[in-house]
């Protein structure tokens, strides 16, 4: 049913208010008992129980700890920290690797006789392919082939040298104990061990050995394990001691190992439910989601109840949730950096204003409750984020983070000095760090929102303004496609476009998601464009050889084609949606009269005439139809007047309301009318009659002569 009041929607563009089915009221029930736990699980692990700590390895101490009497005990963490002093002082054992030495001499002995006779097979001081290509395939003497060369080269007195060189030098080496770690040491120092005056004797000696030398000691794993072993057991246990009153850790200390032993030996670090405590976190945490659940269910946008928002919802919520624990109690500085404001700063563009204050008062309560009702930080922490949500708005521009972070920064630098004047003047290096914390909060805040804008938009499939931003751009491969196979479409879709966002404008409908949307509604023409009357520049028509039944799938499958090219191209849910409903389920009647005729007393089957919907699911889509419709209708019908486009219009908004196409958009009749008059006022602009002006009298063209055109002479 259309709504025939003129409330009934939220402005801000994010659909309409209705009345919630059973799914809807299970997804609300679902999001509030997952918040429940999550929020009764944060404040209770992190609430300090009789007296009693639960801290563990890397935790900032939120209070001077003391030992309430005399303890010793073994320490695990000292006596473990000599273990692995004691290991790291034994050296790894090595062991000779048997017969590598005269091994390695004979294989070069070998490798020396197989040179030899590689360059006997050429004439001397010459080097030939051949001879490289079987050097190639000695195994383990990677030279290159320019040490190949050099070789070769050599004349037979001075190879004669190299071989002998080569095997003895190696042997000499190889004497030493050498370990895989130190064989580059080994190669550096191969020149000091050769005998050779010529240099290019040298340098092909020193290749060869430094190819084939190799490790001769080997690391014994088992002993070197089993003396480590044996330093290790040989350590006698170290025993810590605490005094009666001795501070353990102090505010502010990182706990370590040592830490967690004291506490444990003193029975102060084992956490003993307190029923009542987790009583009360669990009632705070029941009130805080029955008011999500009451505004979800009563006062929520129907699209914040589909299972991908509320996702988001929960998961942002989540993951601050986290932080907080992390962040907030028990710490100086780190509470001030929390970036609570990057959660309404995500949360209002993306799903509106009105979680997005829900969302701020439940983290006061949160924080209030961690904290302890601290006031300073409880004021730091919802100020910033309320003004750089308002701020930020609907995000149309990068520069809004930019802008909403400093103005962040600056509010919350003013709470921190509100609530912590220094003394006397006195500034110390603790109050300039809080005055930074302060500053990075601002700047966190923007980074987080801008990043998680991005892949928010994308992960949860949400039309953002930024991407939005990048669907206008008419670089877009689908609109450079459109406008390159069919101009004439994609003129229309201006046109279209214009008038549309005008409309939704005027009603308070998402102006912009609709001048978007508008823009590849009709993609799909691009598969067959000539099919289409806007796109041809001939009067002959390709429908004229077809039959209404084939001509009527071809128009009605430019819907079809459309949301192929859009899922391909990876576009929103909601501009998808523009594609899908845009059409609704009306008929081809053109077709569908020309089939009538032809069947005579034959039945024709209405539905091989429609299109398959759905109808507009949202105003932006059923506004579109309405342009659409009324655009194309206007521009065939050529009307002269405003009185005939007013009653054209009229014609086609009410036929569309006759056939329950606008059923499901929860347009109201007023905002129909309102629809009407803009686009009237819109069409007139664009298709009022032309003054046909007077035709110029054009004289004759000059009769050529012979003699020669004098060209201009050209100014440098």
Known sequence: MIDTTSGGTWKAGRGPVGPVDGQSIFRALVFGAI?????????VLQWPLSGQYNLALGDVSPVDIRSPRYVAFISESLTEADRQAAERRVIEQFEPLPRARAD?????????????????????????????????????????DEQWQAILQLDETG??????????????????????????????????????????EALAAAALVRSLLRPNMVLNAERTEAARAEARNSVLPKTASYEENEIIIRQGDI????????????????????????????????????????????????????????????????????????????????????????LPMLIYPLLGPAPTFLVVIYFGVVIAYLTNGLL???????????IGALLLGRADRTGDFVRAGAVIAAISLAVLIAFNVPVEG???????????????????????????????????DLTTPLRLMDLARPNHPLLSTLMTKAPGTYHHSLLVSNLAEQAAQAIGADAYLTRVG?????????????????????????????????????????????????????????????????????????????????AGAGQVNEADFRYPGPKPQ???????????????????????????????????????????????????????????????????????????????????????????????ASVN
């Open 426 to 460: 006195q500034v110390g290096a603790d109050y300039l760090q809080l005055l930074a914390a302060a500053l990075a909060n601002g700047g966190l805040a923007a980074s987080i929102s801008l990043i998680g804008f991005y892949l928010l938009g994308t992960i949860f």
């Open 376 to 386: 300073p930080i409880l004021v730091y922490s919802v100020t910033g984020p309320l």
């Open 104 to 144: 390695q001499v004979r294989r070069a002995r070998d490798i020396m006789a197989a040179i030899s006779e590689v360059r006997g097979q050429g004439e001397a001081g010459t080097a030939t392919a051949e001879q490289i290509a079987q050097f190639r395939q000695l195994p383990d003497i990677p030279l290159a």
């Open 35 to 43: 918040l429940v736990l999550l929020t009764t699980v944060v404040l």
């Open 618 to 712: 949202s105003k932006e889509t059923a506004i579109l139809m309405l342009a659409d419709s009324c655009e194309s209708a206007v521009r065939a019908a050529h009307p002269e007047s405003r009185e005939q486009i007013d009653e054209l219009v009229s014609k086609i908004i009410g036929q569309r309301l006759s056939e329950g196409e606008l059923s499901q958009s929860d347009l109201t009749l007023r905002e129909l009318e309102t629809i009407r008059e803009v686009f009237v006022r819109s069409l007139q602009g664009v298709h009022h009659p032309r003054i046909k002006y007077p035709e110029p009298e054009i004289p004759p063209l000059p009769v050529p002569s012979d003699e020669p055109t004098r060209q201009p």
């Open 518 to 598: 508008s823009y590849y509604h009709d993609i799909g023409k691009t598969n067959h464009p000539y099919f289409f009357v806007e796109n041809r520049l001939e009067d002959t028509s390709p429908h004229d050889q077809l039959d209404p039944w084939s001509s009527a799938q071809i128009i009605i499958n430019h819907v079809r084609d459309g949301m192929e090219l859009a899922r391909r191209h990876r576009l929103p849910r909601r501009i998808r949606d523009f594609i899908a409903e845009h059409q609704g389920t009306t008929l081809v009647r053109t077709f569908y009269s020309s089939a009538q005729e032809m």
């Open 255 to 342: 706990v370590n190992a040592r830490h967690i032993e004291a506490l444990t030996a003193l029975g102060l670090n084992q956490p003993r439910w307190d029923w009542w405590q987790l009583l009360q976190a669990f009632i705070v945490a029941v009130v805080l989601a029955g008011i999500f659940d009451v505004y979800l269910l009563k006062a929520a946008p129907r699209q914040i109840l589909e299972p991908r928002q509320l996702g988001l919802l929960l998961a942002l919520m989540a993951t601050f949730l986290l932080l907080a624990k992390l962040m907030v109690p028990g710490h100086t500085l780190l509470q001030y950096i929390f970036p609570l404001a990057a």
């Open 159 to 200: 190879w004669e040298r190299v071989a002998i060189q080569v095997p003895a030098v190696l042997n000499v080496i190889m004497l030493n104990e050498i370990r895989e770690n130190q064989l580059e040491t080994f190669r550096r120092n191969v020149p000091a061990y050769l005998d050779l005056v010529a240099e290019n």
